[in-house]
């Protein structure tokens, strides 16, 4: 039961963003300084936001290579054009508005590792080099020198160099969108779990999850963030979720011989060092069906391939063991592009971000405020 004052002062509001995630925040960020005196606040069901936000790997990256090349197939050129020019463009935009230091942002370069099915993807570097000249203004791709010092297995043919991507900390990226959120006024309210959503009405039904109350909300703006979630809400969006396995293991006993946010196997498995750890990740291609999941479980199939590619590949002949395993669950679809959009007069929703929240969500979420401040 409610009493006089929460029901008066905690349930009407000017926007009300579902999901607590990069795009949420940001979401309510960009509508806040355009409407300081708006009253905004976001729901999340958990304490943590429950997608992949607070669980990803870290990666400041826009696509390898081998996942441009890909890209081709299904999607026009000038869509793989607009899609790396928005991630690019987004992690400079995080770093130029919250700075590195504050990030965690490390300029460490990118790297992705090519087997001998994957070499005659170098043949195309030079062709895709130039594809992106008019966003770089530079060559983005080129060979590593001697990559056979790295220590990875001689089934790794070559190595290809990024010099336009990072690695970052994503907790200290949440850390700020919560500190600037706050800092403007905006409320965030966890363990409501919204139920429905009635987009022409501005209302939301919730559940308390402590309690098990029944909540109702209603604002003169909504904004769904939900990503892999959406459909709970929206059946008709055009997604599926896509769970990724994130494992880190226990310090190191042995010095790592390279630094860099590396990719394989056309960019669904990556790597890099932390804390004097190894971070591993991804591998959702090897059973799609499996990952295609919003249960946050560990799938034994690609655990075991990432154990296998740590072992084999990476630190061949070493001997190390897993201290922590977590999913996140993305969203994906046909096309790579997020989706934004107004399904209502009241209503509109960002959603669908191909796992690059970290490179997208600020400016996603920025798009989705524009948005929604339409009349």
Known sequence: MLSYWEQKNFLKYDLLVVGSGFVGLSTAIHFKKKHPKANVAI???GVFPTGASSKNAGFACFGSLTEILDDFWHMTPEEVLGLVERRYKGLVQIRKTFGDKALGYQDSNGFELLDESQIAALERMGEVNQFLKGIFKKKVFSTVKDSGKLGFAPSVKAIVK??????????KYLNNLWKMAGELGVR????AEVKQVDSESGEISATDNFSNQSLSFVAKRLAICTNAFTKQLLPTAELEPGRGLVMVSEPLDFEIPWKGSFHMDKGYVYFRKIDGRLLLGGARNVDFEGENSTDF???????????QLAKEVIFPGKEFKW???WTGIMAFGKKKTPIIERISEKTALAVRLGGMGVAVGWQVGKELSALISEK
Do not use: M, Y
């Open 43 to 45: 729901l999340e069901r």
């Open 297 to 307: 479980k560990v799938n034994p199939k690609i655990k075991s391939h990432l154990d």
């Open 323 to 325: 201290e922590r395993e």
């Open 162 to 171: 990024n010099k336009f991507e990072g690695e970052l900390d994503p907790g």
């Open 188 to 191: 965030i309210i966890t363990g």
